[in-house]
């Protein structure tokens, strides 16, 4: 069994940066890759980054690239996505979660966090 928590959410002008962090806790030996997905009102919940935590691999979404960047922080034991120069379009619930692959469709993962929820707006 593995637990999930995401952080760090917030409301955020266009423009501005925020950093939210994934948490998993349990028996880390049952998945290899932790993927951050958002959903906005209305939309389908969509891949925004994974990493590999085999070999540190790092996959973005087009609409990311360049300003999102997910990180490994052994010392907090946590997955970090940092993201800058956010759009109102980034407007989302953020949600992470575990699996054995990277750029695997939404069914493949499992252990979901609860999200936390990013409003680019000024």
């Known amino acids: 069994q593995v637990h999930v928590v995401e952080s760090g959410g917030g409301l955020v002008q266009p423009g501005g940066s925020l950093k939210l962090s994934c948490a998993a806790s349990?028996?880390?030996?049952?998945?290899?890759?932790i993927a951050w997905f958002r959903q906005a009102p209305g939309k389908e919940r969509e891949g925004v980054s994974c990493?590999?935590?085999?070999?540190?691999?790092?996959y973005y979404a087009d609409s990311v690239k360049g300003r999102f960047t997910i990180s490994r922080d052994n010392a907090r034991n946590t997955v970090d996505l940092q993201m800058n120069n956010l759009k109102p379009e980034d407007t989302a619930t953020y949600y992470c979660?575990?699996?054995?692959?990277?750029?695997?469709?939404?069914?493949?993962?499992?252990?979901w966090g609860q999200g936390t929820q990013v409003t680019v707006s000024s």
């Open positions: 979660a575990t699996g054995s692959y990277c750029l695997k469709p939404r069914n493949h993962y499992d252990n």
């Open positions: 349990g028996d880390t030996l049952d998945y290899y890759v």
């Open positions: 990493i590999a935590l085999t070999d540190g691999s790092r």
